[in-house]
């Protein structure tokens, strides 16, 4: 029996439905910033994981020869060469600090909740995994990106890994007009050549994108910050992962769409993604306690979530 506990360590965590009551007790309590507590996580994150500097491979941070550690594999790495070496921006490319952000999660609890205006109010925007912004979905989304964050596994399944025509790529990047894509190119073994194609089928049609590679250093020290608080996953989330670049970079942070329940908080059944129902996999990300993690922050007033509607 000892024998299981070190293979599968038991860790105390809580039910979703103890969480969801929680979040429901606390429905009627009005949310109030709290600066000491703002400044107390910029402060952690910066001594831990340095995202001003190091949230975004550059010319700067990555030079040629430097050896980059895959943080999704055991003892993969990529010597920067001439070729990457070009691909990166010069330096960090956003001017900080960062004021009002809106990190914007995929849940469904987004669907109907008319956030879109509350969203687009924010100064910096920020998205996860290329979601869809038609017209169906602004009231509730909204239309501004300032950074979006894109899975190869997405340029993968959608866009049959850009090995045949790059249109669709292209056009539906569009919709994220002028900002930032952020790839995790040099996290797992067969991220990076998807990543590199998205780079050349962005910069090849003169694209007003701009692709930043996310750096696996900061990456993984995310990871291990959010670990020693309790969050045992195989691998963060892409959400807690920009939430924790927000924190680090902005002055004040709202989220929106975070929500792994199957209910509302009214509970009506909602579905997974606002646009979708495709279930993640359980063993890979460990949502609800992510979601803990959020909702501390939450009543502590160093971040705001939001789950209800916004009208
Ligand atoms: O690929 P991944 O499962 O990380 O993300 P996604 O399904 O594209 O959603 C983006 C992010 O929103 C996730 O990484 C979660 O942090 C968050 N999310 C959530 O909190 N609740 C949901 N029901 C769905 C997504």
Redesign the pocket.
Known sequence: VLGWYYVFPVYRVPRDKDIVEEVLRQQGHVWKKNQTGIDLYRKLLSDCCDPQHLFALTKENAPVGKVLWYDGEFYHSHTVNNETHSLFVQSNPLSLPLKKCAVV????ILRHSQCGRDIDRADFVMR??LPPLSKEYVEDVGTKTHLVTA?PSIIEKRFQNLLWSRKAFVDSMKAYGTGFVYMPAFSMRPSTDPSLRATYALADSSSDLTMLFANPAFLRSVGRFWKARGVHARRL????FIVSLALGLCDEVSVY????FPSDLAQRPIS??YYDDMQ?FRWF?A?SE??VQLWELHKSGTLRVNLGRCD
Not at 105 to 108: A, E, T
Not at 237 to 240: A, D, I, M, R, Y
Not at 257 to 260: I, L, N, S, V
């Open positions: 999660g995929n849940g469904g996860c995994n899975n989330s892409t959400g807690l769409g975070f929500w792994p997974h993604h993640p990300h949502m992510e979601f």
